[in-house]
């Protein structure tokens, strides 16, 4: 067990992330009690192997590789701060008729906003006709908003992020609605409906005609088999996910963004296709 929890950081190190406990449990693929790794992960922590910490939960990383806890933490509070302080820009917002929701996405949304990073905002509207006319609000109580106290305040303690704004369905712009769905957060408004069943995402890789290239990417997906047996798993499984052909495969909604940041890596050509299940 210690072995695997071992690589396991390993394999989440190569994405400059600090599991949680049931992303350690996903990836090992739900074989072990909860209890029985619960003891494991808090024995190695009491030693010399892994190091644990509480930031929004428990988040484990192996002892060599503490920094990227510190990363993580620093953007963790990094978010909370932009979000507290960019209230004032959504209280604005909020006025204007039509207006459905009003969220973060981006890093923002995913605590992992570094001091370079967008303020990100989404707006959904009851009335896609009105969208031009809504577009015309936000950019002029956006352009308000540079002009107050409290922007002013803003550029004196430093901060001086861009403020982008999304407006229109969700429906309609299939990446910001996964990106919500995963991990958006809603400041005005109630965002219910992708609640029901389950979401999917549906990977289809396209053709890789290097031939390293092909099995570095394959393997870092799907793992490695010799004789039929599983020598090392790849991070599909590892993430709750399943292949389906040689170069499909499907995952739980909320761990696309892992996968997504791994092809842009490899700069790899994929296609995708959500699902919901009852």
């Known amino acids: ?162 403020i982008s704004c999304m407006v229109g369905a969700l429906n309609e712009q299939s990446d910001l609605k996964r990106s919500i769905i995963s991990n958006g957060v809603i400041f005005y408004g109630k965002y219910s409906e992708p609640i029901k069943g389950n979401n999917y995402t549906l990977f289809n890789i396209e053709t890789i005609s290097e031939k390293n290239k092909r099995y570095r990417v394959f393997r870092k997906l799907f793992g490695r088999k010799e004789k039929g047996k599983i020598i090392k798993k790849g991070l599909v499984e590892g993430l709750g996910g399943k292949q389906i052909s040689t170069r499909t495969f499907i995952l739980p909604l909320e761990q696309t963004p892992i996968i997504l940041k791994l092809l842009k890596k490899e700069k790899t050509n994929y296609s995708i296709i959500e699902i919901n299940t009852d």
């Open 1 to 162: 067990m210690e072995d695997e929890i071992v690589k396991t950081l390993k394999y989440f190190d190569h994405f400059e992330y600090p599991p949680t406990f049931d992303e350690v449990w996903i990836f090992l693929g739900k074989s072990s009690r909860k209890e029985k790794l619960n003891c494991y992960l808090e024995k190695m922590a009491a030693g010399d192997d892994i190091t644990a910490e509480y930031i929004d939960e428990n988040r484990y990383a192996l002892q060599r590789s503490e920094e990227i806890l510190k990363k993580y933490k620093n953007r963790y509070y990094q978010s909370k701060k932009y979000i507290e302080e960019s209230l004032p820009i959504l209280i604005g917002l909020k006025l204007i008729p039509t207006i459905k929701y009003i969220g973060y996405s981006g890093s923002l949304a995913m605590k992992n906003a570094s001091g370079q990073s967008d303020i990100d905002l989404f707006i959904e509207i009851y009335d896609s006709s009105k969208e031009g006319i809504v577009k015309n609000f936000v950019d002029s109580a956006l352009t308000q908003f540079t002009k107050s106290n409290v922007y002013k305040e803003w550029k004196l303690r430093g901060i001086s992020n861009a």
